[in-house]
């Protein structure tokens, strides 16, 4: 069975100081990450926030511009077939070849990927009702995503990473299609990346979280650490922000009240320390949402923003 | 087979929300002792949802005393319902209803009568935890 701690299990996802630059613009900077083998990880953002810009790093599409990145142990200096054999891929709009048929994308996969698994792709076909014979440009959205999926899954590669996958399908069929990744997940152990714009659907499927903005990492760490670290507390609207146990994320403030979302050490008794405050536990949702909403930190120069768009042990010295 | 279902807008987290039905089902005596749950993979593949969710809700099933994980056969329901139970839910069910017509005739509303028991449980929570 997965396991979603960082102990001793190996990393399927490692990067150091990663960046990539597009002429003067950096897509993404300074990106340091571990996933450990086992976690299904949501990446989120806004477009241009630079989810793309890594998907397509940890892929091997992209190079990097500077930093390190290994895969399962594979790094940049890895022979790219062994890096792409850790790696199956299922793109936002199911790429295939619309007059071959679905064994002919097989046959396709076979030829290209040493370790592909021939009997999986075939008897997922099967248990979806979709047959081999019929050409891409006759199924279904739905069906055509599975056929990417079963492709992605049939390299048997130890990764899947999934870009915004379920976007372009009706509820029933992304439904469908996240019943065979968690299922594939729960049975084989595979680490799953899924880049969505739908956050609230990622509560259900992810326990490991990054949250990037401005091509910055904003958030990063396993849900229940982040949940745990995290308080919602309202306080009368004169608190200042020093004065807050933690570092304060997200403010709303009323007439006389505030609610501000502060990060503190795990478990910290904040309502007890402060008789009048009320202190309740953020959702997962809520969480994503206050972190997407802070400017990115490329676009804030000061001391605190940066301060800021790295909340993690440092961030810790503000609380008192 | 006992099956999960999953509620994605209630805001209780997934694996609280298999455990609870857990609970409430042996409460209403759908699941008994010996009855296997459903393997991970299944409920994974059932609900479209983290099998690590599942894992977490099982070990609190666990830790509960509810359930317990038998090597290579699944997890199985470990508790009986106590015998005592069905009488001191009859009798606190009596005294609940008492209580909500005493409220309805005061005047409270649905609503403030929820916000009222949600108070009430919150605040006896806060004299637990200090």
């Not at chain 1, 930093?67 to 295939?96: C, I, K, N, W």
């Not at chain 1, 904003?218 to 004169?238: F, K």
């Not at chain 2, 830790?63 to 106590?82: C, D, K, Y």
């Amino acid at each position: 069975m997965t396991q979603n701690d960082a102990g001793d299990s190996p990393l399927a996802l490692r990067t150091d100081h990663l960046g990539r630059r597009y002429g003067r613009v950096w897509g993404l900077r300074d990106c340091t990450l571990e996933v450990p083998a086992g976690a299904i990880v949501g990446l989120v953002g806004p477009n241009g926030a630079g989810k793309t810009t890594l998907l397509e790093m940890i892929i091997g599409l992209l190079q990097p511009t500077e930093g390190q990145l290994s895969v399962f142990g594979e790094t940049l200096h890895a022979p790219m077939t062994a890096r792409l054999a850790r790696v199956g891929y299922v793109a936002q709009d199911h790429p295939l070849y619309r007059d071959f048929s679905v064994a002919d994308m097989f046959h396709l996969g076979r030829s290209m990927n040493p370790s592909w698994d021939q009997e999986l792709a075939q008897a997922r076909m099967e248990a979806l009702d979709i047959p081999l014979k019929r050409k891409v440009k006759a199924l279904s959205g739905g069906q055509r995503a599975q056929v990417s999926l079963s492709m992605a899954l049939a390299k048997r590669a130890p990764l899947l990473v999934l870009d915004e996958p379920v976007s372009s399908l009706d509820p029933v069929a992304r439904l469908e299609f996240m019943r065979e990744v968690m299922a594939t997940a729960a049975e084989s152990g595979l680490t799953v990346l899924i880049a969505s714009h739908v956050v609230s659907e990622l509560e259900r499927f992810c326990d490991w979280l990054i949250v990037l903005t401005g091509g910055q990492v904003q958030l990063a760490g396993s849900a229940d650490d982040l949940i745990a670290e995290h308080q919602v507390l309202t306080v009368p609207r004169a608190t200042l922000d020093a004065d807050l146990p933690g570092f304060p994320v997200h403010r709303t403030d009323s007439d006389r009240h505030s609610t501000v979302l502060v990060r503190t050490e795990q478990g910290r008794p904040v309502a007890r320390e402060h008789p009048g405050w009320q202190a309740d536990p953020v959702g997962f949702e809520q969480l994503i949402m206050a972190y997407l909403q802070r400017p990115s930190r490329s676009a804030a120069k000061d001391d605190t923003a940066q301060a800021a768009a790295r909340p993690g042990p440092s961030t810790k010295a503000v609380s008192r | 087979m006992f099956r999960f279902r999953l509620d994605g807008s209630s805001g209780v987290p997934p694996y609280l929300q298999l455990v609870h039905q857990v609970r409430q089902s042996l409460l209403l005596g759908y699941l008994r002792e010996g009855d296997r749950l459903p393997t991970v993979k299944d409920v994974a593949g059932d609900l479209a949802i983290n099998p690590n969710t599942v894992v977490k809700a099982y070990r609190q099933l666990e830790h509960e005393g509810l359930a317990g994980g038998r090597p290579g056969q699944g997890t199985f329901i470990t508790a009986t319902s106590s015998p005592a139970l069905p009488e001191a839910q009859q009798a606190l069910r009596e005294s609940l209803e008492e209580w909500l017509r005493a409220a309805e005739e005061a005047g409270l509303s649905s609503e403030e009568i929820t916000a009222l028991i949600a108070v009430a449980r919150h605040d006896l929570k806060k004299e637990k935890v200090s």
